[in-house]
Antibody, heavy 119, light 111 residues
Framework: EVQLVESGGGLVQPGGSLRLSCAAS????????MHWVRQAPGQGLVWASR????????DYADSVKGRFTISRDNAKNTLYLQLNRLRVEDTAVYYC????????????WGQGTLVSVSS | NFMLTQPHSVSESPGKTVTISCTCS????????VQWYQQRPGSSPTTVIY?????PSGVPDRFSGSIDSSSNSASLTISGLKTEDEADYYC??????????FGGGTKLTVL
């Protein structure tokens, strides 16, 4: 069974930093592209970042480019998202998401971790 | 700018059929596959349709997807509505500039 378990969320002041982790199990993690998708309270889904299966390529939404960094450790089956220079508008549940092999279907989602940015 | 626009909400009675639209602007809906996700309150999203019209295993055949190049839109149709179908539904596709894009979501009420 595919499992994605996020951790690392919490309350942080504007300008602060957090590191989110996503522990993957039940599949060959190193073969899949992985994404982070976020959802502000009461709002819709917004794609934030993705990383290629081998970690060689990354992409970011304009809203997080230059502040967030996605990475992975395939030996530890773990995905990361480093959040720097956080803003109030970054408050959201952050989901770790697996993309189907070779496709754009987000076929497995974690339970999400809440990041709250407030003074 | 590539965007996917959905109605904010739709409602229908149990047993009926409902269609949720996803209108593409700033690009062509036919250029890349469309996915549809269901998100029940308090839960993570799950795929109900991928690659325009494919159903993952476990998704009932009451769910179907299609695209219409003439209107540059995608549609999710749910027939034989059940109260358990009440959820938020999101369309999603890919664009070379904006990358992975979601529609704003549609709240389906089954009453």
């Amino acid at each position: 069974e595919v499992q994605l378990v996020e951790s690392g969320g919490g309350l942080v002041q504007p300008g602060g930093s957090l590191r989110l982790s996503c522990a993957a199990s039940g599949f060959s993690f190193s073969k899949y592209w992985m994404h982070w998708v976020r959802q502000a309270p009461g709002q819709g889904l917004v794609w934030a970042s993705r990383i290629r299966s081998d970690g060689s390529e990354t992409d970011y939404a304009d809203s997080v480019k230059g502040r967030f960094t996605i990475s992975r450790d395939n030996a530890k089956n773990t995905l990361y998202l480093q959040l720097n220079r956080l803003r109030v508008e970054d408050t959201a549940v952050y989901y770790c998401v697996r993309a189907s092999n070779g496709g754009d279907n987000f076929d497995s989602w974690g339970q999400g971790t809440l990041v709250s940015v407030s003074s | 700018n590539f965007m996917l626009t959905q109605p904010h909400s739709v409602s229908e009675s149990p047993g009926k059929t409902v269609t949720i639209s996803c209108t593409c602007s700033g690009g062509s809906i036919a250029n890349n596959y469309v996915q549809w996700y269901q998100q029940r309150p308090g839960s993570s999203p799950t795929t109900v349709i991928y690659e325009d019209d494919q159903r993952p295993s476990g998704v009932p055949d009451r769910f179907s997807g299609s695209i219409d190049s003439s209107s540059n839109s995608a549609s999710l149709t749910i027939s034989g509505l059940k109260t358990e179908d009440e959820a938020d539904y999101y369309c999603q596709s890919y664009d070379n500039t904006n990358l992975w894009v979601f529609g704003g979501g549609t709240k389906l009420t089954v009453l």
